[in-house]
């Protein structure tokens, strides 16, 4: 129903205006309360009563019966109204003094107030609307008519001569209010749809709000663990300093020091030469042969062995061995504190399972690498086999914990790599590749383009994405995640779930194509 339809029944017949505080007379027509009691009261004197509207009469005053729902519905029009005053829309006909206007009138092409509301024409051709200042965007441009119908093909608004002998006769057309309604449907639809995206944006708010504050929490402790770590190291590394400085400084001093026992051993030689020159110079032979301490003197070799293996010590001594030795060993020592403080984990050295490898895939003997043949490797046919996609699974699964494994992708332009379950399809050909099943999530390359991909649907990723890649498994946490290992390290893409089973790594490498695992450390 129009605006102007619906207000024209929500009038009192009494004094025009919206009914405020309706009542209801036993003939079913409404009034205003107050409207209805001063006429009752003025029929009073005439011995009758009547309604005002239909004049059916009644021997005693009539009963009046609140119309609550009627009084709802007038209330709730009202409030849709605009305000007159801020419409900034007077009555054309108050021209002493500006009064707002309460309805429009295309086809006069005035304003109204109430008062001037109540006698104007009420046939078909005055169509009222609420109060506007541009009624000639309410009129057809052409024919220069009230605005009544809407053509569906050009998808516009027109009168009714546009519809008869305009540019539009013969168009599928509805009423204006028709249109509207459809227009409004479309748009709750969209509302709709809107409202359950941001539901959904809302849900992931709270989802990283919640994440940041366990990040937050950890960051508590991790700030602690870090000041305490780093005050550890800095003295360690102190001591780290001074002892390589003074393996550094010890070097000349340790030479010193031989060169003075040499020189001491030198004067005790050049005494002992003297004193044999002496001995030998005596006539005496008496006194030559009662010289006590001549087995001193003859003894050539004391300390010869331990001086010369001295001497080449010193002269062959790499000195930068040294240093480096304590250097290596004392940082040794200061990675396993870090290590102490932030243990890493990781994933066990990742073996490729040959019993699940396709006919056409060559595992190398270290089980590290699979390439794409051109023949046949006719392996045993096994029920774990991957019967039509070139794939191949770990032996290693992984129920728990903290893992990740690392691979070398250059040697491929085109690529897949991720976690799978045990119960992946094995005889299918599309619907086993890992990523396009619900039991799968993976990491592909097609010639340029990356993307992350799980139960067929395709994340694109940025282009330039490195020779080797990580992917790293939260099992409790349920994420799996991708890193490009590039400097620095790139994140490319995190799955989120809840792991249903043990997971698997799983390869698949297309013609040509050669991928290594590059190994890993870590927890089981």
Known sequence: MASADLRAELECSVCLNIYTDPVTLTCGHNFCRVCIDRVLDTQGGSGGYSCPECREKFPDRPALHRNMKLRNIAETFLSAQPDPEESGVFCTHCVDSPVPAVRSCLHCEV??????????????????????????????????????????????????????????????????????????????????????????????????????????EEAAGDTERVTV?????????????????????????????????????????????????????????????????????????????????????????????????????????????????????????????????????????????????????????????????????????????????????????????????????????EESWIGNNKKSWGLDRAGNQYSVIHDKKKTPLPPNVSSRVRIDLDYEAGRISFYDLCDPIRHLHTFTTTFTEPLHAGIRVWRGGCIKICGGRGEM
Not at 303 to 329: C, I, K, S, Y
Request: net charge negative; hydrophobic share 25%; proline share 3%.
């Open 111 to 216: 304003s109204l107030c109430e008062k001037h509301l109540r006698v104007h024409k009420k046939s078909p051709e005055h169509v009222l609307c609420d109060p506007t200042l541009s009624m000639e965007s309410r009129k057809c441009s052409v024919h220069k008519e009230v605005l009544k119908y809407f053509c569906t093909k050009d998808n516009t608004c027109i009168c009714v001569s546009c519809s008869l002998i305009g540019g539009h006769k013969g168009h599928e057309m509805e009423s204006l209010d028709e249109a509207s309604e459809k227009k409004k449907e479309t748009l709750r639809n969209v509302l709709q749809k809107h409202l359950t995206k941001r539901e959904e944006t809302e849900e992931r708010v709270q989802s990283l709000q919640e994440h940041r504050r366990k990040v937050e």
């Open 229 to 429: 770590l780093f005050r550890d190291l800095r003295r360690r590394l102190e001591d780290l300093e001074k002892r390589v400085l003074r393996e550094i400084s010890g070097r000349a001093e340790r030479i010193s020091i031989s060169i003075r026992d040499l020189e001491i051993k030198k004067e005790e030689l050049s005494r002992k030469m003297r004193h044999i020159e002496e001995l030998c110079n005596m006539t005496d032979p008496l006194t030559v042969l009662q010289e006590s301490d001549t087995g001193d003197l003859c003894d050539t070799e004391d300390g010869d062995n331990e001086d010369r293996e001295r001497h080449e010590e010193l002269l062959h001594d790499g000195g930068g061995l040294g240093v480096a030795g304590v250097l290596h060993t004392g940082l040794s020592d200061i990675i396993t504190e870090v290590n102490v403080y932030f243990p890493i984990q990781g994933a066990a050295d990742i073996l490729l399972d040959g019993n699940t490898a396709h006919n056409y895939l060559q595992i190398s003997d270290d089980r590290k690498t699979v390439s794409r043949s051109d023949r046949n490797q006719n392996y045993p046919e096994t029920p774990e086999r991957f019967q039509f996609s070139p794939q191949v699974m770990s032996s290693q699964s992984f129920s728990s914990g903290r893992h990740y494994w690392e691979v070398d992708v250059g040697g491929s332009d085109e690529w897949r790599v991720g976690m799978c379950y045990p119960s992946i399809e094995r005889r299918g050909w």
